[in-house]
């Protein structure tokens, strides 16, 4: 019996993603009036499924692009993500400390990456 790769895998996860995209995009075109803070969402699940296909291309493209970048928009994302359920909840964020983080985790990743090597 054939063990499916890692790669497939990781573009089957991507593709799911894409369809989950599609159908916040649906929703949000829905009930986007009424509910607060559900663009957030799609930017979320925009910068994830970039980050997915930066990962996926791995070897491909340069380390800075699929090792940095895909790490900072997947952290983006996260953040854009709490950004919408903050809105969404009516709940308060300390939103310069998660901004710091992804400047800080860029930084670190692009030092280790990139420059000592």
Do not use: C
């Amino acid at each position: 019996m054939e063990v499916l790769d890692l790669r497939t895998l990781y573009l089957i996860y991507t593709l799911l993603n894409v369809v989950n995209l599609l159908m916040m995009i649906v929703l949000w075109k829905q009930s986007g009036k009424r509910f607060q803070g559900t663009h957030f969402f799609l930017l979320d699940y925009a910068l994830q499924i970039a980050s997915l296909l930066l990962i996926y291309l791995r070897g491909s493209i340069p380390d800075f692009f699929s090792i940095v970048i895909s790490l900072s928009f997947s952290v983006s994302g996260t953040f854009f993500g709490l950004i919408g359920l903050a809105k969404f909840t009516g709940k308060k964020v300390n939103y310069w400390f998660n901004i710091f983080l992804i400047v800080e985790i860029f930084v670190v990743q692009f030092w280790f990456s990139e420059i000592n090597n």
